[in-house]
T-cell receptor, first 113, second 116 residues
Framework: AQKVTQAQTEISVVEKEDVTLDCVYE???????LFWYKQPPSGELVFLIRRNSFDEQNEISGRYSWNFQKSTSSFNFTITASQVVDSAVYFCALILPGYQLIWGAGTKLIIKP | DGGITQSPKYLFRKEGQNVTLSCEQNLNHDAMYWYRQDPGQGLRLIYY???????QKGDIAEGYSVSREKKESFPLTVTSAQKNPTAFYLCATMPHDRGLMNTEAFFGQGTRLTVV
C-alpha cells in the first residue's frame, strides 16, 4: 500500500516551545520523494521542503529542521522556538514514479502566545 | 507574474445548480490537479490531468466533471449530482520537465464553495 500517515491531528504549544510533527509513509517503490507543505489560514499550500529516498541527510533551515529515516519510514518536521506565525496546517506528502501524489491528512499546529 | 489563478475565491450555489470553478496557470506545467478539502480534513483528489485532452478520476470524482482543452486551463464543474458540495477546492499544478527529483506541486489560493 502507498500511504502517508500523520497521526497527530492537532498540536497546541505555547510560543517558544519546540514542536515535532510526525510523518510516516509506506511505499513499495525504492525511488520516491517526500514533501512538507504549510497551509496558513489563507488556504494556499506553501512548499517547505523536498527530500529524495536516497538522501537521508537531515536538513535545517532557520528554525525548521527535518529528520528523514528510511529505517522507520519517517520524515519528521521540527520547529524550534515556535512562533505564533507558525500556526497552520502542515501536510506531509509522498510522490512516486508517475507523479502520483499521496497526501497525509495534515496536522493542525496551534501556537499560543 | 507566473502562477496559478483560481476564481472565484468565494462561490455560492443554490441546490440543484451546476457550477464551474476556474483554474488557470501560466507556469507551463504539464500536470494539473483538483483537490477537495473539508473542514479539519486533508486533501482528497477529485481529478487530475497529465496532458491536454486527457484526465483521470481521483478518489472522489462522483458528481464532478473536468476538461483539459488547453494546457493552461483545467476547469472543474460541480454538478447537481454532488450531494454535499460545500467545501474548499484547491487546484494544483506540477511540472514534469524538471524530472521527478526536482518537481513539486504548486497551489492556487482556492475557491470556497457554499451551497445555500
Amino acid at each position: 500500500a502507498q500511504k502517508v500517515t500523520q497521526a497527530q491531528t492537532e498540536i497546541s504549544v505555547v510560543e517558544k516551545e519546540d514542536v515535532t510533527l510526525d510523518c510516516v509513509y509506506e511505499t513499495r517503490d525504492t525511488t520516491y520523494y517526500l514533501f512538507w507543505y504549510k497551509q496558513p489560514p489563507s488556504g494556499e499550500l506553501v512548499f517547505l521542503i523536498r527530500r529524495n529516498s536516497f538522501d537521508e541527510q537531515n536538513e535545517i533551515s532557520g528554525r525548521y529542521s527535518w529528520n528523514f529515516q528510511k529505517s522507520t519510514s519517517s520524515f519528521n518536521f521540527t520547529i524550534t522556538a515556535s512562533q505564533v506565525v507558525d500556526s497552520a496546517v502542515y501536510f506531509c506528502a509522498l510522490i512516486l514514479p508517475g507523479y502520483q501524489l499521496i497526501w497525509g491528512a495534515g496536522t493542525k499546529l496551534i501556537i499560543k502566545p | 507574474d507566473g502562477g496559478i489563478t483560481q476564481s472565484p475565491k468565494y462561490l455560492f450555489r443554490k441546490e440543484g445548480q451546476n457550477v464551474t470553478l476556474s483554474c488557470e496557470q501560466n507556469l507551463n506545467h504539464d500536470a494539473m490537479y483538483w483537490y477537495r478539502q473539508d473542514p479539519g480534513q486533508g486533501l482528497r483528489l477529485i481529478y487530475y490531468s497529465q496532458i491536454v485532452n486527457d484526465f483521470q478520476k481521483g478518489d472522489i470524482a462522483e458528481g464532478y466533471s473536468v476538461s483539459r482543452e488547453k494546457k493552461e486551463s483545467f476547469p472543474l464543474t460541480v454538478t447537481s449530482a454532488q450531494k454535499n458540495p460545500t467545501a474548499f477546492y484547491l487546484c494544483a499544478t506540477m511540472p514534469h520537465d524538471r524530472g521527478l527529483m526536482n518537481t513539486e506541486a504548486f497551489f492556487g489560493q482556492g475557491t470556497r464553495l457554499t451551497v445555500v
